[in-house]
């Protein structure tokens, strides 16, 4: 939807068709992003990064007494 055209409904007092032309804008904002999250979401499930805090090579030495 056209951003020029809520102002055009608005400039002629067209009250109802400017409502549903900005909540059909912001519907197309919304699930858009909601399409890219869920992407995001899919990708990271199927293709884990490792946690680097886990991929230490750092090992301890046990301590013996002496």
Known sequence: MDPR???DFADE???KEMRDAF?????DKVMAHIEAKKME???SMFN???DERLMSTA???PVTPQ
């Not at 909540?23 to 519907?27: G, T």
């Open 5 to 7: 055209q809520i102002v």
């Open 13 to 15: 007092d067209k009250a």
């Open 23 to 27: 909540y059909s804008a912001l519907q």
């Open 41 to 43: 979401v899919a990708k």
């Open 48 to 50: 884990p990064q490792p």
């Open 59 to 61: 090992v301890d030495e």
